[in-house]
């Protein structure tokens, strides 16, 4: 039932001892409350005065009281305790998965992501707060009360006894078959997560393909199979707790019969027989909570175990923190015989392979080639969410590096993919998102610069505009915009690194904000991927890009009409693009 993790949470040793203690607290009320009653109950059985009656009725009241304060105690401490541990795992788990960046989320999925880390952490806070108490109860209400009920009368405190592996035997192998039902049932609810949130994402694609029907389907089956998982672990969880509850009340039946017996042929006195009674039930309290939490817990378990899994996976090696002094007019990048494989992909195939690339100063380097030749791999290596293999060299300016994942060259890099992620904010807050504290002016002017201010003066709250999701839509080419403002505004930022930015793009959208683009560009190192080939002409440097391997490299004027492989790629893109090299 425990999570062995469980054990290695912060001052897990101090709240069990805790927690120990006021079981036990507990446990000696429970016998208290029951010497009290039994007592009470034997005055009057033997018709004694009503003074004797107070003192065991005083035992007993306090006895209950200090119980129910005990669970009162009890409780507040492990919801604190519950509380403070998931209230510090989220940040952390939060950390961790932005560590692990996003080629881990595409690997396993947004949707079990956002399983953990939402109903998931929930999960984990009814685990820790309903197991530890049950622990610690356990332990000192059975041993207790056995000890009692044999002192008073040892047959009884023998049956007691020989019932208790009974018991756990059958709630073992019910556990275990909870257990592995369990297991399915939340591997399938994280694929119906997975399955749910893909089909939302794509529901425009769905429903322009005319399948939406289908997918309907496809989560109504995955949903049923849930729902069918689910029911079989409620099955076994409603029969292990028939089972148990059966058990102990036979158990309590054969104590109340064998007492029987023996209070008629006068073996016993009516104290010890009426005090082991009330205590049988308390004796199998606790395990029965057990059982019935094992399976109301399993969730938790499971989440927790999910919690785990995802701080194990080792983060990209961290790289040694750099005194580097940012990307200058002099600076230089010498990427040598750098190789990139993707975790799934097959053996022996790599996506990026023996890249060489030489990049100075301010210079503009676009990276062509035809679809799934490798530009957004190689774009997501130099933006350190792809880590290259062993044995790839990186030199910046005279600083040895393994990756791009070093928050020397991040902080000097503005990514821009095909569709930048706008956040449901404003307009002015998605602009300054990774400068909080870009002043309202700084703001108004980025916006100027990426050339907005028509549209804004369009809008009647202008900046102040919520957009984003569940908001007011906006077009592509103002995404981009809004995403080429959040460079303007962040000025220390010196290197872009652009995914196809205008892929998406009609041709005039594009041609508007390639206007705006080209002066930004000016005092930037600008990294370029591009199925469009009129950005050429505005480029030092270009890197044809074929299988991963770079096929051809130079500037425009030296690779054009050498037949080679940048002049292959202009024929096929047609003649449309030919047109504008005038190389
Ligand atoms: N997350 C991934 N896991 C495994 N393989 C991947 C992953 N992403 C891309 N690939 C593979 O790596 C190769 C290069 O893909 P990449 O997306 O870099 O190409 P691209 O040139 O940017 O294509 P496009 O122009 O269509 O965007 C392809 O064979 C692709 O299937």
């Not at 041993?143 to 073992?172: H, K, Q």
């Not at 028939?242 to 158990?251: E, G, N, V």
């Not at 080419?477 to 010196?494: E, K, P, S, T």
């Not at 995914?499 to 705006?516: N, R, S, V």
Request: aromatic share 10%; charged share 15%; net charge neutral.
């Amino acid at each position: 039932m425990i999570d062995k993790s469980l054990l290695k949470f912060p001052h897990i040793r101090q709240k069990m001892l805790l927690l120990a203690v006021l079981s036990f607290v507990q446990a000696v009320a429970i016998v208290g409350q029951a010497v009290g009653l039994s007592r009470a109950l034997v005055a009057i059985w033997q018709l004694q005065k009503l003074s004797a009656l107070w003192k065991p009725m005083l035992v007993f009241f306090s006895a209950f009281i200090l119980r129910q304060l005990m669970d009162v105690a009890k409780n507040q401490v492990a919801t604190h305790y519950a509380d403070a541990n998931v209230t510090r795992l989220r940040p952390v788990l939060q950390a961790h998965l932005f560590g692990l960046g996003p080629a881990y989320l595409h690997r396993h999925g947004t949707g079990s992501i956002v399983t953990v880390l939402i109903d998931g952490l929930d999960e984990v806070k009814t685990y820790i707060q309903t197991v530890l108490p049950k622990m610690t109860d356990m332990v000192f209400v059975p041993l207790l009360t056995l000890i009692y009920v044999t002192y008073e009368n040892w047959l009884s405190g023998l049956v007691l006894f020989i019932m208790l592996p009974l018991i756990f035997f059958f709630m073992a192998i019910l556990g275990l078959a909870a257990r592995a039902k369990s297991n399915q049932q939340y591997a399938d609810f994280t694929h119906l997560n997975n399955t749910f949130v893909d089909t939302i994402l794509g529901l425009s694609t769905l429903k322009m393909l005319g399948v939406a029907k289908d997918y309907e389907k496809d989560i109504y089956s995955v949903s049923e199979r849930f729902r069918k998982k689910t029911m079989s672990v409620i099955k076994v969880a409603l029969t292990s707790t028939f089972a148990l509850d059966f058990f102990t009340t036979l158990a309590i039946a054969i104590i109340a019969v064998f007492l029987g017996y023996r209070l008629i042929d006068g073996g016993i006195v009516l104290y010890p027989a009426l005090v082991s009674l009330i205590l049988a039930p308390e004796f199998f309290l606790p395990i029965r909570q057990f059982g019935d939490d094992y399976h109301a817990t399993l969730n938790g378990k499971n989440a927790l175990a999910q919690v785990n899994n995802v701080l194990a996976e080792p983060l990209p090696s961290s790289q040694p923190t750099i005194s580097w002094a940012g990307w200058r007019p002099d600076s230089t990048l010498q990427l040598d015989h750098v190789n990139f494989r993707y975790a799934d992909a097959a053996k022996g195939i790599n996506a990026l392979t023996d890249i060489q690339i030489h990049a100075q100063g301010m210079e503009k380097i676009a990276v062509v080639g035809r679809s799934g030749s490798g530009k957004s791999t190689l774009l997501n290596l130099l933006a350190g969410f792809n880590q290259p293999a062993a044995g790839s060299r990186i030199m910046l300016d005279d600083h040895s590096l393994n990756g791009f994942n070093t928050p020397a060259w991040q902080d000097q890099i503005s990514y821009i993919p095909q569709a930048p992620y706008i956040f449901s904010a404003t307009i002015a807050d998605n602009i300054r998102f990774y400068v909080p504290q870009a002043t309202p002016d700084a703001v108004q002017q980025a916006a100027a610069g990426a050339g907005l201010t028509d549209w804004l003066n369009e809008l009647p709250e202008g900046l102040a505009t919520m957009i984003g999701e569940g908001n007011r839509g906006i077009s592509g080419g103002q995404a981009q915009r809004i995403a080429l403002a959040r460079v303007l505004v962040d000025r220390q930022r010196r290197i872009l690194l652009f995914d196809e930015p205008t892929a998406h793009l009609d041709i005039e959208t594009e041609y508007d904000l390639k206007q705006t683009l080209l002066p930004i560009m000016h005092d930037h190192l600008v990294i370029f991927a591009t199925h469009r080939l009129h950005w050429l002409p505005d480029m030092d440097q270009i890197i044809v890009l074929e299988h991963g391997r770079i096929s051809e490299q130079g500037t425009l004027s030296q690779l054009r009409g050498q037949g080679g492989a940048l002049d292959h790629l202009i024929a096929e893109m047609g003649g449309k693009q030919h047109a504008r090299f005038k190389a």
